[in-house]
């Protein structure tokens, strides 16, 4: 479930949120989230682990975080560590979205990178009629001077596959439906097994456990805040059967569904 202090949408649909955010400890359970991010470091130093690479990040590091490797921060240097988090879609269209895919995450700051950053927050935080044009506008101007000073072609060096990176959406977008290796791999001429193997070297993990993650953090997500029943909800979120749906909720989860359920209700 993905949560921010504030977003803008652009016709009813989300378009881009911020959350200032301060650690103190690490974080033993690695995240992922379907939305592109902007991490500008503040304050502290920390080692952000993201996929099997680590990145020692302090004040005026950026990092670009993409939809399919899963991250944590592994070790807090130097707290409290604080940081400006930008969320968008991959939708975005942009040619520089790619920066995100490569290998290297990790830019420093410079002034008018930091310059277009405070405004895009100053523009999340005073929406107008406007705002919609204006964030992206600037998330424009920001990700067109990182390419810049990242001194490659935005083409070069990305990390994964892009058909892997359209697998990973399309796993967000439809993971309600009967999901599998084959007819993934189908849609891009693939044989299952190479698929396979080529989604576990881009993404770490298996596509199955991949859409199984994904459709338990929406599996969560409805538990909180919808009336529904569990086994309702776990129909909705793809899960076949009863006896696979708690099977791997209690894998994925280390608790029972009706857990979660509660805590929506008493919230």
Avoid at 128 to 157: M, V
Avoid at 189 to 211: D, N, Q
Wanted: contains cysteine.
């Amino acid at each position: 479930m993905e949560e921010f202090d504030i977003e803008i949408k652009n016709n009813d649909a989300f378009f881009i949120g911020y959350t200032h955010n301060i650690h103190n400890i690490h974080s033993d359970k690695s995240h992922l989230f379907k939305t592109l991010r902007i991490i500008r470091v503040m304050k502290g130093k920390v080692i952000w682990k993201v996929g099997e690479a680590s990145f020692e990040l302090s004040k005026n590091d950026i990092i670009l975080f993409d939809n399919i490797c899963e991250r944590r921060i592994a070790r807090v240097i130097e707290p409290p560590f604080e940081y400006d988090l930008i969320a968008f879609p991959m939708s975005f269209n942009n040619e520089f979205i790619s920066l995100f895919y490569k290998a290297n995450k990790k830019y420093p700051l410079n002034e008018k990178i930091a310059g277009y950053l405070d405004d895009l927050i100053y523009e999340i935080k005073n929406s107008h009629e406007n705002s919609y044009l204006c964030t992206k506008q600037l998330l424009n101007l920001i990700l067109i001077n990182i390419s810049r000073i990242s001194g490659e072609n935005t083409a070069s060096d990305i990390s994964p596959n892009m058909s892997i990176i359209d697998t990973v959406l399309y796993i967000h977008e439809n993971f309600s439906e009967n999901l599998t290796v084959s007819s993934l791999a189908k849609k891009y001429s693939y044989s299952p097994e190479h698929f396979s193997r080529l989604f576990k070297k881009v993404v770490g993990i298996s596509i199955k456990k991949y859409i199984t993650g994904v459709r338990m953090e929406n599996v969560i997500l409805f538990l909180e805040n919808d009336a529904s029943n569990v086994l309702d909800i776990a129909l909705k979120c793809g899960f076949s059967s009863s006896s696979g749906f708690y099977k791997a909720f209690k894998a994925y989860s280390k608790k029972t569904p009706l857990r979660y359920k509660n805590r929506g209700n008493h919230s």
